[in-house]
T-cell receptor
Framework: NAGVTQTPKFQVLKTGQSMTLQCAQDMNHEYMSWYRQDPGMGLRLIHYSVGAGITDQGEVPNGYNVSRSTTEDFPLRLLSAAPSQTSVYFC?????????????FGPGTRLTVT | AQRVTQPEKLLSVFKGAPVELKCNYSYSGSPELFWYVQYSRQRLQLLLRHISRESIKGFTADLNKGETSFHLKKPFAQEEDSAMYYCAGSRLTFGEGTQLTVNP
């Protein structure tokens, strides 16, 4: 199994541009989520999904959209990039909900918005 | 949702010294707590989950319901333990992270 994969690894955008960060998992996990990682602020949840067709907002959803048309894929769209969105983005998946289930993370996408 | 906080952003110890990384959680039903580790430029990976009461790479974490804490401990730190450590709670929430540096 490849686990959780993310593309691209690195991306530089200009302010106002849009783009999609890809995330895929081959473990048939129902739950998927997107985080951003910023120094001193830890991991903050952007959006998450509890199954195909179902998404919900996390702690910092503004400026981002998600969709979940299949179990495997959970892309994150930046609608109009801003310098404040410069960050490292991690996608994660989880087989279940609750204390027994860990999250599996992708390798991250390092995004710079100039 | 069960929130977690990690009061120390940075922690530096010498090799062979004991290390304790603090995690406090807000009570909200049954605890659901994990420790994750991120080595330099790598993806996060699970270190411990409270339900398993296991020891991984010499690390242990005990749930203290009275103090609502889930501190991560290791009696003798190694240089390869240098990493970012995150405490995680329910509903996909993470703490702020503690950067541990183990000096030779």
């Amino acid at each position: 199994n490849a686990g959780v994969t993310q593309t691209p690894k690195f991306q530089v955008l200009k302010t106002g541009q849009s783009m999609t960060l890809q995330c895929a998992q081959d473990m048939n996990h129902e739950y998927m989520s997107w985080y951003r990682q910023d120094p001193g602020m830890g991991l903050r949840l952007i959006h998450y999904s509890v199954g195909a067709g179902i998404t919900d907002q996390g702690e910092v959803p503004n400026g981002y959209n998600v969709s979940r048309s299949t179990t495997e894929d959970f892309p994150l769209r930046l609608l109009s990039a801003a310098p404040s969105q410069t960050s490292v983005y991690f996608c994660a998946s989880r087989p279940g909900w609750g204390r027994f289930y860990e999250q599996y993370f992708g390798p991250g996408t390092r995004l710079t918005v100039t | 949702a069960q929130r977690v906080t990690q009061p120390e952003k940075l922690l530096s110890v010498f090799k062979g010294a004991p290390v304790e990384l603090k995690c406090n959680y807000s009570y909200s039903g049954s605890p659901e707590l994990f420790w994750y580790v991120q080595y330099s430029r790598q993806r996060l990976q699970l270190l411990l989950r409270h339900i398993s009461r296991e020891s991984i790479k010499g690390f242990t974490a005990d749930l203290n319901k009275g103090e609502t804490s889930f501190h991560l401990k290791k009696p003798f730190a190694q240089e390869e333990d240098s990493a970012m450590y995150y405490c995680a709670g329910s509903r996909l929430t993470f703490g702020e992270g503690t950067q541990l540096t183990v000096n030779p």
